[in-house]
């Protein structure tokens, strides 16, 4: 049976590290078995969905690499999910609903100061025909799906064998009393028709995971196999919810993250396998296994990005960043060179710039008070652009030659006055490529 998967976020706002872990993994699953990646866009919220969200959604996926098969919306489905609540109906699944928020929050309350679950309690199905039309025309009604209370029971592809008691769960509300189709209805329904043979996502939808098995059930179909991860905490083991509008993807793109360097840490975070560096997908894809991760809080912190895009750039061949380079306005000629000298220096591809504009208008001159007269007889020494590979040799020793300084004290300085830096690439390559010294003689 071919395998197939979907990522289904809701267009309410922006892809953040959180989703991106659901869906690199429904991804991968799909990509390693043949089988097909769905794209679900759930923005059945006509209030809260937005149009840049789901471009914002689809943008992010295809810079990331993870393509998709089929582009579905929920809002093109609004006729089948009434077909499929009146079917429900007919099943005697689905019952009508009045209690307010306020009335419902009264029940949990006492429920609880009792000691007992806080489960609605289907008062709704005691009452009579009246009284239901009479409600009705006060208030409006949402309905509940009739849970069958019984234990439901599968086995997780990250947790293991998962058993929960029905009766210990209310009965789902699946339309709102406005008409908006909730998420567990939609989505059941949607799994079914689409042919879903795969669902990993949060620990968060343990249960309702298991109200949409009786659900997809009660509907003829037959439940796919479901792997629950482990959802994402801070550095120090802190709730993230709160800093995932701050860790969104266009967010970290925005810092120079490479696409394979998130990926990399995003296939391996919460797993038994180290973390490294993956240059391709393929590569990626060779060594992921959705049940290499474990159920345990996953401690995610986005500096560790930045030394696995360090990594990745670094080992860019010349033709892939050549573009790049060349929008930078380095001449044809300097730009192989350019790229030689600046990538062992840089910790992600917009560094290039501050490089390039170092070569092309020269730096400002970092000089001691006690290396002013040295730097001052040694800059009338150096000839005007522009330089070649023995520049710097020759430069240097007509300077050793006039004032006798050797060593560290010959070459810091002068480093510094031509470059404004202590540390950096070989002299040798650099001087080539400068176009304008600052230091005065």
Partial sequence: MTTVTRFAPSPTGYIHVGNLRTALMNWAIARKSGGTFILRLDDTDRERSKQEYSDGIMEDLEWLGLTWDRLERQSDRLERYAEAAEELRRAGRFYECFESPT???????????????PVYDRAALKLSDEERARLRAERGGYWRFLLDQERIEWTDGILGPISIDAASVSDPV????????LYTFASSVDDIDMGVTFIVRGGDHVTNTATQIQIMQAL??????????SLLTGAQGEALSKRLGTLSLRDLRARGVEPMALLSLMARLGSSQPVELFRTHEELLAGFDVGTFGAAPTKFDAEDLFPLTRHYVQGLPFEAVRGRIAALGVPDDLAEPFWRVAKDNIGVLEDLGGWWTLFSDGAEPQIDPEDEDFIRQAMTL???????????????????????RKGK??????RKAL???????????VMPLLQKVRAKG
């Fill in 174 to 181: 699946l339309i709102r009393a406005d008409g908006q189709v």
């Fill in 382 to 404: 150096l000839p005007p652009p522009p330089y070649g590979p023995e520049s710097w040799a020759q430069f240097t020793a007509a300077v050793k030659e006039a004032t006798g």
């Fill in 220 to 229: 003829g179909g037959t439940p796919p196999s479901f792997a629950h991860h």
């Fill in 409 to 414: 004290g010959l070459f810091m300085p002068l």
């Fill in 103 to 117: 009335e419902l929050d009264l029940k949990r309350k006492k429920l609880l100061n009792m000691g007992k679950p």
């Fill in 419 to 429: 470059t404004g830096q202590a540390h950096g690439p070989d002299m040798s390559e």
